[in-house]
């Protein structure tokens, strides 16, 4: 008998995504727990449980200390109930099984913030940050995503360009570590870059909205498992999403299920 995908989806301190991405993961065939962060360091839920694991958007701690800085010191430092070791431990064991990780918009940010993308060299070591958009102000717009067909991502294997949306205020990429642009662009793990209505990448603005070097909009670690994007997928399952639904012939499912059936797809073949 077949096994099911287990995803994990977490929530609390701020995320407003869960639902959205639970039903993201179920429309393509994987079972979708939305847990809370306390049920996790509570020791009653344990990662290893699962297969594919979701850092969803939101505002974590009210953003108060930067985009999911906070979140990232709790993950990081926080212990679980009756053991030696944080929670961090547990998400170390889950990747170094081969398991999937997705972080989006606030889980993108979360995952930099811990170091857990690009991981070029090493996990937990940040190299990279989310920082303010260029004109500082939030943006909420529909954005066209040119796709690295080099890329090792799993979640974009076979995909040229996606048209998701956004709603950000703090989405720009930025490195000061000068080796590390270069090693992201040469391994193809910047997956996703804001593009033109052609997928050319841009850093115009509105194409491009938040000046993120290189026109980065999401980035994936050198196995292709871990994988961090701005763009929200899971508000794009269904052509009623698209801000021209009324206007345009679209196939019933949307752009951002894409993703989700190939990271469910590769799991249901390397892993279970």
């Not at 040119?146 to 989405?171: F, M």
Request: glycine residues 10%; hydrophobic residues 40%.
């Amino acid at each position: 008998m077949a096994r099911t995908v287990k995803a994990i989806v977490i929530s609390g301190n701020g995320t407003n995504c869960e639902d959205a991405v639970a039903h993201a993961c179920r429309l393509v065939g994987a079972t979708a727990d939305i847990v809370h962060i306390s049920e996790l360091l509570g020791g009653r839920v344990k990662l290893e449980d699962y297969h594919f694991l979701h850092l969803v958007g939101g505002f974590l701690d009210g953003d108060d200390l930067g985009s999911a800085k906070a979140g990232a010191n709790r993950l990081l430092h926080a212990r679980v109930a009756g053991e030696v070791e944080p929670l961090a431990t547990q998400m170390k064991e889950f990747i170094a099984a081969g398991k999937l990780v997705m972080g989006v918009c606030n889980g993108f940010q979360l995952l930099v913030k811990m170091g857990l993308l690009p991981a070029i060299e090493s996990h937990f070591q940040q190299t990279c940050t989310l920082t303010n958009n260029d004109h500082g102000r939030f943006e909420d717009r529909w954005c066209w995503l040119k796709v690295d067909p080099d890329s090792p991502c799993v979640y974009t294997r076979g995909l040229n360009g996606l048209y998701l949306p956004i709603r950000h205020g703090e989405g720009k990429f930025v490195t000061d570590c000068p080796e590390t642009l270069p090693q992201l662009e040469n391994g193809h793990l910047t997956v996703l870059k804001y593009a033109d209505r052609d997928l050319h990448p841009t850093m115009e603005f509105p194409d491009n909205p938040n000046g993120s070097q290189n026109a980065i909009a999401g980035i994936c670690d050198p196995t292709g498992r871990l994988f961090g994007l701005m763009p929200h997928p899971e508000a794009f399952t269904h052509r009623t999403h698209h801000p021209r639904w009324t206007r345009e012939t679209l196939p019933d499912e949307g752009m951002g299920l894409l993703l989700y059936r190939n990271a469910i797809n590769f799991i249901e073949k390397e892993l279970i």
